[in-house]
């Protein structure tokens, strides 16, 4: 399956963003979908993921909880992240990326596919 992200930009702060990830194939539906960050200078980072009956994950942390949420429709082979209330450190670039049912959520070599990724850029 080919992964097609989309939906990045510059933002202020404060601002809300919309990403999506579109996927090729008709598989779409069996895939744990994940979103991913990567900043400048840092290692890929989790964001959380979403499982083929639509219940996400987000990872605990301080940075994006309560402010991210991950949503998936199976029928359009889509997956968004919506993004509320961007501070200046998210400003990353934004992967989506497909796994099974065994993949353990958050390590990156686990997935099977990967988007192209996406830039935000979140000014202060």
């Known amino acids: 399956v080919q992964l097609q992200a989309s939906g990045g930009g510059l933002v202020q702060a404060g601002s809300s963003l919309r990403l999506s990830c579109v996927a090729s194939?008709?598989?779409?539906?069996?895939?744990?979908m994940a979103w991913f960050r990567q900043a400048p200078g840092k290692e890929r980072e989790f964001v959380g993921q979403i499982n083929r009956d639509g219940n996400p994950y987000y990872v605990d942390a301080d940075s994006i909880k309560g402010r991210f949420t991950i949503s998936r429709d199976n029928a359009k082979d889509a997956v968004d992240l919506q993004m509320n209330s961007l501070k200046p450190e998210d400003t990353a670039v934004y992967y989506c990326?497909?796994?099974?049912?065994?993949?353990?959520?958050?390590?990156?070599?686990?997935?099977?596919?990967w988007g192209q990724g996406t830039q935000v850029t979140v000014s202060s």
């Open positions: 194939g008709r598989t779409f539906s069996t895939y744990v």
């Open positions: 990326a497909a796994g099974g049912p065994s993949t353990r959520r958050g390590v990156v070599a686990e997935y099977f596919h």
